[in-house]
């Protein structure tokens, strides 16, 4: 760790939390870090990059369409992939593809999936951003066991949330029934199994959820071949080509957690964009719309054009902004979602864009590459009204969550509160239908989730937000030392939801919280 010994980094970064709780500055050493984790490298040859084509996600059809009710079925199994050319890599997937099959839904029509678990492990699925009612919102420990019963009992369970009484637990199958009572927008779907988040994500368990509705679709936005989801993770690969991550049990059903070197989270060095390395797109000299999403495990991004031209965001995690906003550059955490156009008009055809991450270097620098090949009618442009977002701002109720470093099951651990996730423990009982306003404080970089709000930001380090906190979020970045207010009303359902850090090392080592709605 840039030559500081991993029990001073942690020490140093325990201490940050217990600093930011008695209101005093963060050490000066946690501010400039650009990342929290450390860089697994891959054991096998890299191929160059830029040389393999941007695969989409297929779009799942429905079993049946009736009553108002839209109905999949998704099978969780494992598979290989070509993620790098050439090369197998076994793989866990939805469907068994990485990313899994995008399902496309209506606002205020009811979309159930129906998930049968074929893999070897109990699984959660979790559809981050969903207004959810809590038996379907995927709370870490309502486990779906294996379908084939094999899955023997054993102190290990503990760890999987068979000791949580609350727990709603099947074997086989499970329908998760989403309402989808809430505005157009760019959702995802992961595995959010207690203890084993991580690991179950990295080896492919995730994919996109769009969302839409009729305001959306009266925007003039770019549409069809120029709406583009970028769902873009980090992976190391070992020499046999096997996706290499650092388990303390590499078979997922009992011992949770990671090698102490990776506790702060686990990077990889290869860039993959919808299960593509490095991928290439070819695109007209016209608007084109990114649905970018950040499903890395601990990475965060600062994304930029090169040759530089501005990234026009129109949406956040929850849907559109009020009104566009113009950046050179984005910068974006583990579980947020940016909607940007971008003007390839701009560009002479011929030229080749590179999407780069300047918080990267290496073979970590570059994410993909755009190919400016034709010149075609543009049919596009982005108004000076995108939506109304109704501004919160009276609250009943003021509550504070520090996030720093500790110990989980006799091991490093991240804590909140100074307490790790305990599924009994309920920290939070807001009304429903009240205003809050919860502030995060941070030792290192933490991306805070909230399940089943969805909120806005009202300051960052006692300062006003930054341009890219804008619109309706669910997800909000915290840098080291740092202090964010966010204010939600918690309408729609009451029961048991989950709050916490979206680095998923984090996670699984403790940094999570339960809340219920009363």
């Not at 969780?76 to 995008?102: D, K, N």
């Amino acid at each position: 760790m840039s030559g500081m010994s991993r029990r001073r980094f942690l020490g140093l970064a325990g201490g940050a939390g217990v600093l930011l709780t008695a209101g005093i500055a963060a050490p000066r050493l946690l501010r400039p870090a650009a990342a929290t984790g450390e860089l697994l490298t891959s054991e096998i040859p890299l191929p160059p990059p830029f040389q393999v084509p941007l695969p989409l996600p297929p779009v799942l059809t429905p079993v049946s369409r009736d009553g108002g009710v839209d109905r999949y079925e998704i099978v969780q199994r494992a598979a290989t992939a070509e993620i790098l050319p050439g090369v197998r890599t076994p793989i866990w997937g939805y469907q068994g593809i990485f990313p899994g099959p995008t399902i496309e839904s209506r606002s205020g029509r009811t979309t159930v999936v129906r998930h049968r678990n074929e893999l070897p492990v109990p699984t959660v699925v979790h559809l981050h951003g969903g207004r959810t009612p809590p038996e379907s919102d995927g709370y870490a420990t309502d486990l779906v066991l294996p379908v084939d019963g094999r899955y023997l009992a054993g102190a290990g369970h503990a760890h999987s949330g068979m000791a949580d009484p609350d727990a709603v637990v099947t074997t086989g199958i499970r329908d998760y029934t989403y309402p989808l009572r809430q505005n157009a927008a760019l959702l995802w779907y992961h595995d959010h199994r207690m203890d084993f988040t991580g690991p179950a994500v990295y080896r492919g368990l995730a994919g996109l959820h769009l969302v839409r509705d009729d305001e959306e679709d009266a925007l003039p936005l770019p549409r069809g071949e120029r709406e583009l989801p970028l769902m873009i993770t980090d992976r190391a690969f070992a020499a046999d080509g096997s996706m290499r991550y650092p388990s303390l049990d590499p078979s997922l059903r009992s011992v949770p957690g990671v090698e102490d070197a990776y506790a702060a989270g686990v990077l990889g060095d290869v860039i993959v964009v919808n299960g593509a390395p490095w991928p290439v797109a070819e695109v007209s000299a016209n608007r084109y719309r990114l649905r970018l999403l950040n499903g890395s495990n601990a990475r965060r991004y600062d994304l930029a054009l090169d040759p530089p031209a501005p990234l026009t965001q129109i949406g956040s995690d929850q849907g559109l902004l009020a009104a566009p906003v113009q950046h050179t550059h984005l910068t974006i955490a583990p579980a947020e979602r940016y909607d940007v156009v971008v003007d390839f008009g701009a560009y002479p055809v011929g030229t080749e864009v590179t999407l780069v991450n300047r918080l990267g270097s290496g073979t970590t620098a570059h994410v993909m590459r755009f190919r400016v090949v034709r010149r075609d009618k543009e049919d596009s442009r982005v108004p000076a009204k995108l939506s109304e977002v109704e501004r919160l701002e009276r609250a009943t109720v003021t509550r504070e969550f520090a996030f720093r470093s500790g110990q989980y099951n006799g091991r490093h651990g991240w804590t909140i509160g100074g307490e790790p996730f305990t599924p009994t423990k309920v920290a939070a009982q807001p009304r429903l239908g009240d205003v809050e306003i919860w502030r995060f404080v941070a030792d290192l970089h933490h991306p805070i989730h909230m399940h089943l709000v969805q909120f806005q930001v009202l300051s960052r380090g006692g300062k006003a937000p930054s341009p890219q906190d804008a619109g309706r979020k669910d997800t909000v970045d915290l840098r080291p030392g740092e202090a964010v207010e966010v204010i939600a009303r918690f309408d729609g359902y009451r029961g048991r939801y989950m709050f916490h850090c979206h680095n998923a090392e984090h996670e699984d080592m403790g940094m999570m919280a339960t809340f219920r709605t009363v």
